[in-house]
């Protein structure tokens, strides 16, 4: 296929496909100008039983290039845009309704004649067409910023479509109103009124044609700036089959420079019938054992001259369906050349690809492993030469196929894995093998009796798992003792956290070690301990000090059937007896209890005091007191003979030094009045006298 050839379905299929995906979601009218005149037309313009030559432009570089209008209300779905502005005026919205460019370049003569007038911007592209077929035909539209305010007025923007050549007089318009011989222009075809800014109709002005023109500006269009156009016209001229025409598109203002026009050429729509190129056409590639004969046949259309070249060295076969020996293995490339000898059309090529199949196959493959314990993976590729099919087989009962294969295996074991290449042509095989020895994980674990309690703690700890051949335990309980066994007892003495360990060693493993810790909270065990004394009056209540070490919560048991949970309790007891008072220290679960006698007697009731003392300083008999049993509360006063308190005293410890007022008292009888609560409540009074000697 010639190079051009690939470079128009480039342009053809891909480019729009390309401007469909980046540029339709704007739903306008597209237009560029980065392809030159030579590509537009070549690319673009060309239809079938078409081909130009000698392209040409002239014209302002900005006046020409291609437009997409699959998403506009053109009516073409894309192709060229000629004007005499910029072609990046034309899209939509229709929001200006006096859109134009002024390029400052000359008009054209063939023009001004269609006109009427001397026309200016011109954009003219020119070129030399040979036609296979005897007619050609352009679908277009011609718009224009002069509608629908200037229609029938002093400006006649107009398009032309000129032809020359072989059987055609002089340069002939082709671009007429259908039926006619009327070109395309403001006053000939429009919206068949008089334009509202016209002052004086152009004499020469044509309303009839309305129904070829679409009206954009009311309502404003949306995805195309000139305020109208035409309906999509089609140019047709009568030619002679390979003969060379020269062909000239060109627009231009008439009038003025003012406002804008456009002529949208659709793409590949510039075609002439009854083309004739030859098709060479061969069906799919052949495949043999060498040496073998195959038949070609040939699909060609619209030929009657073949050139086979087989691409083994052999001579040149002009037959239609040839048949050929491949007598040696390899890949050849088979050549058709297809043509007409009676036409102006061109020939075409076609290939199919031929293979001659040795037989010979070699297995081999390429592995990438992943993983060495608890599973191994492999990603496999075939490197197998001669071979056409693919299949795996893994051992475990797994297979595959493929040039590429991979496979997991999760089981401790051993395995071969095969790759077996085929030969389809020759039905040869050949298998390639790999050993895979997957070896178990060793896991340590420790399975113990519980994890925590009080001290001193007794537990066991096992491994749980089933030992083999092997293998080996160390134990280190974190208490100072070790062990080999699998289960052991373990003492921990004092409170504290501690993490014993296993070590399991295997050397037929595939890790060889593995570790596991195990923590034991041992927790403080509370010591329970109280004092109180040993025999205590059954009047008094009893004081209990908590001697206790650890302990954070109590529960004390009186003996007598009451209890207490304070820390510090007193407690009265109603008779007397030995009592066995416990009392229990908790901390979190654990827990000590400590148990003692108590002795609780009857204290009698009895007040006394003496009937003399001798305050003298030698340290015998020199202060007066007051004894009592059982008494809560004391009061004793002593009086002189005339009745004088001499001293007075709510302590049941005080005692009287035999002054008064800071002196010596003076030799004689006191009188004494004693009032005492005692401690079950009763009250009680006791008068005497107390004789004071020196």
């Avoid at 006649?156 to 318009?173: A, H, K, L």
């Avoid at 129904?211 to 002679?240: E, K």
Wanted: aromatic letters at 12%; glycine letters at 10%; proline letters at 5%.
């Amino acid at each position: 296929m010639p190079i051009y050839s690939f470079m128009k379905l480039f342009l053809r299929t891909l480019l729009p496909l390309l401007v469909f995906l980046s540029l339709r979601c704007s739903a306008q009218l597209i237009v560029n100008n980065t392809l030159s005149p030579q590509q537009l037309v070549q690319t673009i313009l060309m239809g079938q039983g078409t081909t130009a030559s000698n392209i040409t432009y002239t014209g302002d570089s900005t006046a020409i290039g291609w437009f997409d209008g699959y998403f506009s209300n053109i009516g073409l779905v894309g192709g060229i845009l000629l004007c005499t502005g910029n072609i990046s005026s034309a899209p939509g919205p229709n929001n200006s309704g006096n859109e134009g460019t002024q390029n400052l370049t000359p008009g054209d003569t063939l023009l001004s004649q269609l006109s009427g007038f001397a026309t200016h911007d011109a954009a003219v592209l020119e070129f030399d067409l040979q036609p296979q077929g005897d007619t050609i035909r352009l679908r277009f539209v011609f718009a224009s910023e002069e509608y629908n305010e200037y229609a029938c007025g002093t400006v006649n923007d107009v398009f032309g479509f000129f032809i020359s050549g072989p059987g055609i007089v002089g340069e002939q318009n082709i671009a007429l109103i259908p039926g006619t011989n009327i070109p395309v222009s403001i006053n000939t075809l429009n919206n068949g009124s008089i334009g509202s800014s016209v002052g004086s109709p152009d004499p020469n002005c044509i309303l009839s044609y309305s129904g070829y023109f679409v009206d954009n500006d009311n309502p404003p269009g949306t995805t195309v700036q000139y305020d109208g156009f035409t309906t999509v016209l089609t140019a047709m001229a009568v030619v002679s089959p390979c003969q060379t025409y020269h062909l000239k598109f060109a627009i231009a203002d008439g009038g003025d420079d003012v406002y804008d026009s456009g002529v949208f050429l659709e793409t590949e729509s510039f075609t002439s019938n009854n083309y004739v190129n030859s098709v060479a056409s061969l069906p799919s590639g052949s495949t043999g054992c060498a040496p073998f004969t195959t038949v070609f046949q040939n699909n060609s259309t619209g030929s009657n001259s073949f050139r086979w070249n087989f691409g083994d060295g052999s001579p040149v076969d002009s037959s239609a369906n040839p048949s050929h020996t491949f007598v040696n293995p390899g890949t050849y490339a088979v050549q058709l050349i297809a043509m007409d000898t009676g036409s102006c059309g061109s020939p075409d090529t076609a290939y199919i690809n031929v293979y001659a199949d040795s037989g010979l196959v070699s297995a081999s493959f390429n592995s990438v492993q992943f993983g060495q314990c608890d599973s191994i993976h492999f990603d496999n590729s075939s490197s197998s030469r001669g071979a056409h099919l693919f299949s795996w087989n893994y051992g475990d009962g797994t297979t595959g196929s493929g040039i590429f294969s991979s496979h997991t295996y999760v089981n401790p074991g051993n395995y071969t894995m095969a790759h077996i290449a085929t030969d389809t042509v020759c039905h040869t095989t050949d298998t390639a093998f790999r050993d895979v020895t997957l070896l178990p994980r060793i896991h340590a674990a420790i399975q113990a009796s519980s994890d925590e309690g009080c001290e001193p703690l007794d537990l066991t700890m096992c491994y749980p798992d089933s030992i083999r051949t092997g293998m080996h335990l160390y134990w280190d309980f974190a208490n100072g003792e070790f062990s080999g066994l699998v289960c052991d007892s373990v003492h921990y003495s004092s409170a504290g956290n501690y993490r014993a360990r296993l070590i399991v060693t295997d050397s037929l493993s595939c890790n060889f070690a593995d570790t596991a810790w195990f923590d034991v909270n041992v927790k403080i065990t509370p010591e329970a301990e109280f004092e109180v004394a040993d025999k205590v009056n059954i009047i008094y209540p009893v004081l209990f000090e908590n001697t206790s070490v650890n302990g954070s919560l109590f529960e004390w048991s009186f003996g007598d059937g009451d209890s207490s949970s304070q820390v510090y309790p007193i407690h009265t007891y109603l008779d007397t007896g030995y009592y066995k008072v416990c009392l229990t220290a908790f901390r979190d679960e654990c827990l000590d209890t400590t148990c003692h006698d108590v002795a609780i007697f009857q204290v009698p009731k009895n007040i006394w005091f003496p009937a003399a003392f001798t305050p003298n300083g030698d340290g015998r008999n020199d202060f007066f007191a007051v004894e009592a049993m059982g008494v809560a509360s004391l009061k004793v006063r002593i009086l002189n003979r005339w009745g004088e308190l001499v001293f007075e005293s709510t302590d049941g410890n005080a005692t009287w030094d035999g002054t008064w007022k800071g002196t010596p008292a003076i030799i004689g009888v006191y009188a004494i009045a004693v009032e005492a609560v005692f401690l079950d409540g009763e009250e009680s009074k006791k008068y005497g006298s107390i004789t004071l000697y020196r």
